[in-house]
């Protein structure tokens, strides 16, 4: 943590946060109970829960904010949400004399709209309250310069572009930490959603002293050479993911696989037959409304030469993950075409190269051909997979390529440095002005 600042967070509890969150002595976490019974609710009454758990989350904020957390210096809110959240912290800033800083990672109203439709009134009456509330705030932090743009032009807010940097325990994982951690989850691999497939077949003869992809001999782990190429994927599980874009793309390489390694033995594919492609194991994590609705998708593909499993890892598992992965897949499009993944940061942190959907603002972060590339299409991702694995594991020069390029932008940006030159000196001014 930065500066040395005492820190209360307010907020719902659910994923347990990283260790190194929980045994900070700087950091004291504030878990708001969330109500059950609203999502038990009938859908037909979509209006009437939207109003009830907003009265409901801001009564439960003006108690924490008011009552339980001590008195800041500042308040820095997350926005989305921002109904009720922008008006809670305004009084609680006016009320403790404190300032009021927003930090910008989307526009909630754009959120409400996947749901309910642009031109919904509540969805107006949303964007309203977020803008009136909006630019009340002290100071402002925003996560692109897109982002920065919008704010200027058309809210009226003068915004300071603040780049989301992954934590320190996003790096490369070690050979070690990889096969502990293959270990820990081979029982979750070992269960295919509804189908017997590839890696089920592979895990079934393993020895206890190997995983999927390490083995262990003597005390001295290696990689195998024959191991299946690991590409992972965060979702939310939400309609701004269109998750079906990746089933797709991987029918096509299975599909595309099958027909080289099967086909006929003409020249072409002779010389094809020489660079391998290997067979693809998919992760998907993460939790979210349409995930049975994807589950159930992928138990009829069918795939020969490649398999998917869905899990929830812990905030310390995540990161090795990521490092021991070869490939991200990024699904998110933005809501409001103006923010960008975390996810895909936590990915470069760790050192892995990115596929991404392509939209307004995602090469302030993805630099196609450099640490990642982009796609509009499942046939523009089907053509990458068999691009970057071609040779997979030893001869793949464009997946190494891409992978130098993403350890590169990992290394190059860290908070300590985005706190230093960004948030500091607003965070600094905001308080100043305040105490003026």
Request: some cysteine.
């Amino acid at each position: 943590m930065q500066a040395s600042l005492q820190v209360d967070i307010v907020a719902y509890g659910g994923s347990i946060p990283h260790e190194a969150v929980l045994k900070h002595r700087s950091i004291h976490i504030h878990t708001m109970a969330q109500p059950r019974f609203i999502n038990l609710l009938p859908k037909i009454l979509y209006p009437v829960t939207l109003l009830l758990k907003a009265f409901i989350q801001f009564t439960m904020l003006l108690w924490f904010l008011f009552v339980k957390v001590p008195a800041p210096d500042i308040f820095l809110v997350q926005n989305p949400p921002s109904v009720p959240t922008l008006v809670a912290v305004k009084w609680a800033s006016s009320w403790r004399r404190a300032a009021f800083v927003v930090d910008w990672h989307n526009f909630g109203y754009t959120l409400l709209a996947l749901s309910l439709g642009r031109n919904n009134v509540f969805v107006s009456l949303y964007r309203w309250f977020e803008k009136h509330y909006g630019k009340m705030a002290t100071g402002s932090l925003c996560v692109t310069k897109a982002m920065q743009h919008e704010l200027e032009q058309n809210w009226g807010v003068s915004a300071r572009v603040l780049y989301d940097q992954p934590p320190e325990f996003f790096r490369p994982a070690l050979l070690e930490e990889r096969h502990e951690l293959f270990c820990r989850v081979k029982k979750d691999l070992c269960h295919p959603i509804g189908v017997y497939d590839i890696i089920s077949r592979e895990l079934e003869n393993q020895e206890p002293s190997e995983t999927l992809f390490t083995t262990k001999t003597n005390d001295e782990i290696s990689l195998k050479q024959n191991r299946p190429a690991l590409v992972v994927s965060s979702t939310s599980w939400t309609p701004d993911e269109n998750f079906g874009i990746l089933l797709e793309a991987a029918v096509m390489y299975d599909r595309r696989v099958a027909a080289r390694s099967e086909g006929s033995d003409t020249a072409e594919i002779s010389e094809e037959r020489q660079h391998l492609y290997p067979n693809l194991l998919f992760i998907i994590t993460g939790k979210g409304p349409e995930k049975e609705m994807y589950e159930e998708k992928i138990k009829r593909l069918n795939l020969k030469h490649v398999a998917f499993r869905t899990m929830w890892l812990s905030a310390e598992d995540y990161p090795l993950l990521l490092g021991s992965a070869d490939l991200g897949v990024c699904l998110h499009t933005s809501s409001s075409g103006l923010d960008l993944p975390m996810k895909v940061v936590d990915m470069f942190g760790c050192g892995l190269p990115v596929c991404s959907v392509s939209y307004s603002c995602i090469q302030e972060l993805v630099k196609d051909g450099q640490n990642g590339l982009l796609f509009s299409s499942s046939s523009e991702l089907a053509d990458q997979l068999l691009i970057l694995f071609k040779g997979f594991p030893g001869n793949c020069d464009a997946l190494l390529s891409l992978k130098a390029g993403a350890m590169e932008t990992g290394s190059s940006g860290r908070w300590a440095t985005e706190w230093e030159d960004c948030a500091k000196p607003l965070i600094t001014q905001a308080v100043s002005q305040n105490a003026e």
